[in-house]
């Protein structure tokens, strides 16, 4: 079946050491998204690739990078975590479609904790 | 600012009950409105989706209304059941400039048997 993967479903950091959070998917979609989702919250959007054009929310600290190296793969780097970043990391794909339709596919999410 | 309010309570109601819930936005014109379903410690999952020259959708059990004028939606759940308990998000969406897609905060359902 055609989905969104995300790996790992959890993770476990330390304060201020790195972390790369990873999404592929088989839908072979345009677009990819990052969201941080914290309890009882909104999903929050960090970033998003058009294919290899990438858009950055105004808001996302520049803590959060992201990479994506071809169609299927899009990776979340959290450059020194603090604890602040612990959340539900959830990747999502869309066709990129024009005049509105375009629904989003999301994966599982990745769990992260910052001890 | 632009915002999307949703219940933060959450909605109990009696198995086959129609559930209800809304969606409000302000300072906001979308062109479309989309609704997803999300289980705990899932992501979320595509319902229906509503454009605003569009007043309601119906998918089987559920249905949309879109209000411009009110600027609100309603998701309506017929003959609800227990398997329907989860956080139903509502999003916004532009047919142009910004792409992405904005979400509430969501209402979480609770059906009892």
């Known amino acids: 079946d055609a989905m969104v993967i995300q790996n790992p479903r959890y993770q476990v950091t330390q304060f201020g050491k790195p972390v790369t959070l990873s999404c592929s998917q088989t839908?072979?979609?345009?677009?990819m998204y990052w969201y941080q989702q914290k309890s009882s919250q909104a999903p929050k959007l960090l970033f998003h690739y058009y294919d290899k054009d990438f858009n950055n929310e105004a808001d996302t600290p520049d803590n959060f990078q992201s990479r994506r190296p071809n169609t299927s793969f899009c990776f979340l780097d959290i450059r020194s975590p603090g604890l602040g970043d612990a959340a539900m990391y959830l990747c999502a794909t869309s066709r990129g479609l024009a005049g509105g339709s375009d629904t989003q596919y999301f994966g599982p999410g990745t769990r992260l904790t910052v001890l | 600012s632009q915002k999307i309010e949703q219940n933060s309570e959450a909605l109990n109601i009696q198995e086959g009950k129609t559930a209800t819930l809304t969606c409000n936005y302000t300072?906001?014109?979308?062109?479309?409105l989309q609704w997803y379903r999300q289980d705990p410690g899932r992501g979320p999952v595509f319902l229906l989706l509503i454009r605003e020259n569009e007043k309601e959708k119906r998918k089987e059990r559920l249905k949309v209304t879109f209000d411009t004028t009110l600027k609100q939606s309603l998701f309506h759940i017929t003959a609800s059941q227990p398997a329907d308990s989860a956080t139903y998000l509502c999003?916004?969406?532009?047919?142009?400039?910004?792409?992405?897609?904005?979400f509430g905060s969501g209402t979480r359902l609770q059906v009892q048997p």
């Open positions: 300072n906001y014109s979308p062109a479309y």
């Open positions: 839908l072979n979609h345009n677009v």
């Open positions: 999003a916004l969406g532009m047919d142009t400039g910004r792409r992405a897609l904005t």
